[in-house]
Each structure stands twice: as C-alpha cells, then as structure tokens.
C-alpha cells in the first residue's frame, strides 16, 4: 500500500479557486484504476475554507478524525489528522493500522511539546498496535521535541540525506516519519529525503515501513510506502 502525508494543504479556498486540493492530489497521485482516498484535517478557517493537513491513500479508510493540538504558548491553531486504516497481508488476510498526519508549531518548544503529550495521550486511550506518525515537526533530530517523541517510544530512520528544509537548499532535518509499536513487528527498513526542489519549501521524506501480523502461530508481511 501508498500513503502520502500533506501539511500545509488549502481546501476549497479562495485564493486557490476553491480546489478540494486533497482530492486533486489524489487524482494527480493515481496511477491505476484504482482510486485514492484522500482525508482533510481542518487546522484553521482561511480564505472561505480550510488549511491544515491531508493524507492520500491506496489503503482502505475505515475512520477518519481531527484532533486540535494545543499552543499554550500562542501562534497559529494546529492539529493532526488522524485515520484508522485496513490492508489486506501477504496471504489476503486483514490488518488494521494508524496513520495521523500533522504540523507543529514553528515558533514556540512549549506548544510543540504540549502537541506531542496530547498525541501520547490519544493513541493510549484510543489505538493500540501499529501507528505511524508523519509530518512537519519544525525540530532537529536533537531537538526537545524530537527526544520527546523518542522517550514516547516513537522510532524513526535517519536518512542519509541530512536535511529536509528548506527546498532549495536544504539546511534542517525536521521532517520525520515515526512508527510506534513492538520493534519486531513493525520496522523501517529505509528512509531516504527525496531531490524535489520545486513543489513545497521543504524536500518530501520517504519510508518504507515492514509490518509483521501474528496469526495462529506463525508471521505474515506487509508493506506500505509513504
């Protein structure tokens, strides 16, 4: 399975023509026959619509959320963009994972930290297995932030690339694609910053994650590509 994350999407606004851009990234991302879901989370009003971040998908959706994060500190609102999915396993069979997608705060440590507990927060009382997490995350892997993913049991890879931001001329690394749950059933097996200067301010990240499903005994794979 395909999955892409997005920050910083328009939906129906505006200055964009009132483009449902998720759905358009959807149809720019198709290449079969197969159509892509695609999911908006909706972090402020702007321009008659919406701005926040969006997910497009080969993978069944089964749930879809908004969760607003909090920015103690002030700045502009953010959230995460939260779905359940379902794939089908190596033999057919189904299993279910999360996928949020988000963006946090550019300005202040305290509101990037306070959206990580709530992230925690969320999926210990609601998920349990496999999560992956994707975005924006405005850190440096050495950052507060970014240790405070880490100690939460989050797991990423480090590219080889070593910055993601900006676009141009890359400097930063601080976007990130985390996986949570039993490192032998869920793993990274690579992670690359991808060469594309032109499309965004900041250079898309690239994982493909192995997941490993228990059934009667004995172990299935599955993969899924971001």
């Not at 998920?127 to 049991?153: H, M, Q, R, W």
Request: charge should be neutral; glycine fraction near 8%.
């Amino acid at each position: 399975g395909a999955i892409w994350c997005f920050q910083e999407i328009e939906n129906k606004t505006k200055r964009t023509g009132e483009v449902d851009q998720p759905a358009e990234l959807a149809n720019l991302l198709s290449v079969s026959a197969t159509p892509l879901t695609s999911g908006f989370g909706k972090a402020i009003d702007f321009s008659g619509g919406g701005y926040g971040n969006a997910i497009v998908s080969t993978v069944k959706v089964v749930s879809s959320r908004t969760v607003a994060l909090p920015n103690p500190a002030g700045g502009e609102a953010r959230c995460a963009l939260v779905e359940h999915m379902v794939m089908p396993n190596a033999s057919g069979r189904p299993f279910s994972f999360v996928v949020i997608s988000t963006h946090l705060c550019n300005k202040h440590v305290e509101n990037r930290l306070a959206a990580v507990k709530v992230i925690n927060e969320l999926l210990e009382v609601k998920y349990d297995g496999y999560v992956i997490l994707c975005g924006d995350f405005n850190a440096t892997p050495d950052s507060p932030t970014i240790k405070a993913l880490e100690a939460a049991g989050w797991r990423w890879k480090r590219p080889k690339e070593t910055a993601s931001a900006p676009a141009d001329k890359p400097t930063v690394l601080i976007d990130y694609i985390f996986v949570r749950g039993e490192s032998h059933n869920v793993q990274i097996l690579d992670s690359a910053v991808i060469d594309a200067p032109v499309a965004s301010d900041h250079r898309p990240v690239q994982s493909t994650i192995r997941f490993r499903i228990h059934y009667g005994g004995e172990f299935r794979d599955g993969r899924m590509l971001k």
